[in-house]
């Protein structure tokens, strides 16, 4: 007859049982992320999506016979169709602007004026660039054929990140259409949400934090990524009509700067000097700089109305949110950097100003 194992042997065999079945969830969590991983930004930028155009939904569903698809339907439609105006004009304008540029360099109608003799006294780089710059304005085929080597690189990095922001465009189309599906079960899924948060979290505390979540979501979304969507589009909107050169990408680079709390005006001002220098003080110049100039500045008037409806949030976090993200993600990360970051700032709080159940009590004298 076998002898009945010992305490040890139970304890080994019950330490060895816990190990194995640690490592096959593991293994197991490990293969899902993997699968998982490729859409991960995708999800995460439709969950910002879904949370920030929730109470629109609420609010159409009202008047559609209650019914969440057809809610989820319109918001979808009508934003693929408003994204989609400015999105050509921008795009339009700047291959209008490229095949200008090239066509001008082709034909020799490009003229360089030449440097003051005073720039070839700077130290270091005065007369290297004064003879690069005399040569251009006497030569500039001849220069461009010389640098062609240096230029190919620099034009496939300036059209690989054009691609990059044509595919993020690509993908927040697919995101919102996911935050449709999303809004479609809305009730369902803040119903999931709130059994995982109180499954993770202390019960009494799991609702708390998903309000506390939600209204961080939709601050940033609305404070800071919707301000800066909104001042791309009317200063865009301005470029487009009075012709800029490269406005396409002017415009992206106000959503950016906008995104990372930097003011339009680094982009307006140049941009209204440019025109004064090349059109005069025409009255269609002057109605332009006029234009562009309050619109650079209609952040510091949409900001008070739409980031002071949710959770306060340090500009710091939102500025190191959007160029970690930009770093980690590209163009999806710049926009959901923030969120994130905010987010887990808010969370981060929330824990430090949350009472121990057992606080150690602290003498006046520290001791």
Not at 45 to 62: E, G, Q
Not at 78 to 86: D, G
Not at 182 to 205: C, L, N, W
Not at 334 to 359: C, E, H, M, R
Request: net charge neutral; hydrophobic share 55%.
């Amino acid at each position: 007859m076998t002898p009945p194992p010992t305490a040890e042997q139970i304890s080994t065999r019950t330490l060895l049982d816990t190990l194995i079945r640690a490592g096959l969830v593991a293994a197991l969590i490990v293969a899902c992320f993997e699968v998982f991983s490729p859409f991960l930004s995708l999800m995460i930028w439709s969950l910002i999506l879904a949370v920030t155009l929730y109470p629109l939904h609420n609010l159409l569903k009202m008047h559609l016979g209650r019914s969440d698809s057809r809610a989820a339907t319109l918001i979808v439609v009508l934003t693929i169709a408003i994204l989609m105006i400015p999105i050509y004009l921008l795009g339009t304008s700047l291959t209008e602007s490229v095949e200008t540029v090239i066509s001008s360099v082709k034909s020799g109608a490009v003229r360089i004026p030449s440097l003051p003799d005073a720039v070839s006294q700077w130290p270091l780089i005065g007369q290297p660039l004064h003879d690069v710059w005399a040569q251009a304005a006497t030569n500039l085929t001849g220069v461009l054929q010389h640098l062609a080597p240096q230029l190919k690189y620099v034009t496939l990095g300036l059209l690989s990140k054009i691609a990059g922001i044509g595919v993020g465009m690509l993908v927040f189309i697919a995101a919102l259409m996911t935050a449709g599906i999303i809004m479609a079960y809305g009730e369902t899924g803040h119903r999931s949400a709130k059994r995982i948060a109180a499954r993770v979290f202390d019960p009494q505390r799991s609702d708390k934090l998903i309000d506390l979540c939600t209204a961080t979501i939709r601050a940033v979304a609305q404070g800071v990524i919707g301000i800066a969507f909104i001042q791309m589009l009317l200063i865009g909107v301005g470029f487009v009509v009075m012709g800029i050169p490269g406005a396409g990408l002017l415009a992206i680079a106000i959503l950016l700067l906008g995104i990372m709390q930097l003011p339009a005006t680094l982009i307006t001002l140049p941009v209204i000097a440019f025109v004064f220098f090349t059109e005069g003080a025409s009255m269609a110049s002057i109605i332009f700089a006029l234009y562009t100039f309050v619109a650079g500045l209609a952040d510091n008037v949409l900001k008070p109305m739409l980031l002071g409806r949710g959770v306060d949030v340090p500009m710091p976090v939102v500025l190191i949110g959007a160029l970690g993200g930009m770093v980690s993600g590209g163009i999806i990360g710049l926009f959901i950097g923030p969120v994130l970051l905010a987010v887990g700032y808010k969370l981060f709080w929330q824990w430090v100003d949350t009472p121990t159940s057992n606080p150690v009590p602290v003498s006046p004298t520290g001791e």
